[in-house]
């Protein structure tokens, strides 16, 4: 059959699922539209249809039945009724774009060939007989992901199925109708995949469901490991491959896994809405994401101000051969080491007998248990009990300890004063509980009164107490480095005590000390174990340092995880060198995939960056062509030279042109040049989102995501000229897919040299 033929049948079958898809739409509609009104209705008259009579204690109970049946059939209904608009939304993707891939399969031996259309999600037909669409994550559809036509296989829950692909065909449908379609032979390369990355990059990340390649296939349907380890070049996929697991295992464990029981460590926030798109493309609901900042931000009092990893990087690049620039070095080092956490172990083990610091309790001004006592209190209790179980014994004693003051003030004057300020409600409260006492005695009244103001007054010293305010964990935290001494004390120990010292009393966590207080906060206090979250994704894992992969191990003891990173684009290398993605530092069971090929970029500039990458041999690009990087020696004015090279960009419809630049300092010198000649915006730590055209971006912050053209500003010499800037420089020029240009002023730094070699 011609090629226009066979198009014309695809086409005709295209319209046959979209036709059975608005009939299944109709259906549903009024389906949901039934429910609705069943569920105004149930609301409505939620209270008619239950019985109250609270006289005798069996009526309670039978209350209590009855609300509870009349709640449950409301919560069922409205779970219906949330199941047909998550259907009736497929239904719309689905009838947009049914399916993107065909393979005709047969069983071995002598099956019959069956035709698989696969889609973002399974459609039957009318009757309920026939598959119309596979859902992309059936077994048999990892078929189209895994195999050229000729043999293949696929796995089923507890078979090997084997047979023959007799055809594997690729097609592009919008709007319903076919826009582009081929076959792939057995040497043929993928023609969908060279379509979708030939596109311009957009501000919002896309899935990449049609074209899944087999090596990525692999994450996304691994199930068994409990720790999952990806280590791939830049623009290899990873966080493409970690959305695409996420809808996998969601449709894979959809009885027992939800979308709550699922997190997502980004490295910014610009990244979290830079990703938000491809979970709803797939017919999925978005998983919950953080950045680990705020994630540690969340667990320490918020009196203490934390220094970002962003903050720490550009004091970093920009603090020049200062005494506290190597002191900090020296700190980070320590700070993300296991060793550090030994040392803490050792310090609260110590702590088992004495040491910990207190605050009074006080109110109105006086103090009501000096910290002293409470420090006796805890050190009077059994020491096989754990720190953590003793501050809840405390806590238990302090509250017992407050109802006796309470007790105590109650008879004061100022309450008689407070007493005036009462609002309404309050004196009403009295007057009736007066009635049903005595009417005739005030006595009565003004006690409850008094109790009401007392109750009042001392509800925040109980709040507090509940949250453990009583302990000073700052102060305890920081006698670490005042006069606890051990037998084995880390290099420069004098050095590291002394710029925490510092900090710490000016309420000052730096970013390296961040994790190990959370960790001490979390041993002395009680740091709840997670349980509920089941899958764990740590993107661009190369940045997490031992420390803090082994707190989160910690608190997330359950859970399994997925971490994906690149050593090459590990930017945080003076802080760390045992980092999780270096096989040798992992010492717990894991899986480990290495993805080599390298699809964002063209095939001229995977070719440029990997020569000057740390472990460049490994990076193979996508055979896709476009210009060669450009290298211009900028001369005289930069902000002319800029201008005119955005315009030229702009000249070849380029729609995302990024300025990477090594520092924010750079980029805020940029941005103040440049604003008034072209139309740019500016990316900062608290930039959210952002949009088509022209940005100013530190290279920290554009970790992740991608752009049309690059151009990296000033690449001298002078400005890269540490060896750690390897991999920032690597990660900046690997940000672009068509074009990248550097421009240098002098000598161009070392990474060029390379390069160019
Ligand atoms: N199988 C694929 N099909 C289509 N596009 C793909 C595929 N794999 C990767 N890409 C595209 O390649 C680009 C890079 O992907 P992604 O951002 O997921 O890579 P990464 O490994 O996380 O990169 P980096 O570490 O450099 O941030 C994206 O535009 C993505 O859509």
Known sequence: MSHDAERQKEQNRVDKVVQEINIKEEKLFSKAGGLKESIVDLRKNFWEDVTVNLDEPDDVIETQASLKQQAELLAERERSHGSIGKELKTLRLLKESPYFGRIDFSEKPGGKKEKIYIGIASLMDLDDEEFLIYDWRAPISSLYYDFSPGAAYYETMDDTIEGEISLKRQFIIRQSKIKGMFDTGVTIGDSLLQAALGNYASTTMKSIVATIQREQNKIIRNEHSKLLIVQGVAGSGKTSAVLQRIAYLLYRFRDSLNNENLLLFSPNPLFSSYIANVLPELGETNISQTTFYDFLRDGIEKDIKIESPFEQMEFMLTEKDTAELSIRQVNMKLKSSIAYKTLIDEYLSSLTSRGIQFRNITFRGDILISKESIADYFYSLDESISIPNKMELVAKWLLQEIKIHQQKEKSKDWVLEQIELLDKEEYLQAYYGNQRVDEDDPSIEEDILRNIVVKKQFAGVKKQIKKYAFVNTLTTYQQLFMNWTTSFLPDNWDKIKEL???????????WEDATPYRYFRGKLLG????????????????????????????????TRMTLLGDINQAIYTYASTENPLVPEYISENHERIVLTKSYRSTKQIVEFTKKFAPGGDMIEPFERDGEPPQIIESQGDVSTNLKKLIQDLKAKDYETIAVICKTLEESNELYEMLKDKVSLKQIKEDTYSFEKGIVVVPVYLAKGIEFDAVIIPDASKEH??????????????TRAMHSLTILTKGTPCIFIQEALN
């Open 500 to 510: 925490t010292k510092q900090y710490l009393t000016n309420k000052h966590l730096t």
């Open 527 to 558: 740091d709840k174990e997670n349980r509920s979250i089941r899958h764990l994704f740590i993107d661009e894992a190369q940045d997490y340092s031992a420390f803090q992969f082994s707190y989160m191990k910690e608190i997330f003891p359950y």
């Open 720 to 733: 890269y000229d540490q060896e750690w800037d390897r991999t920032l420089f690597y990660t900046a020029c």
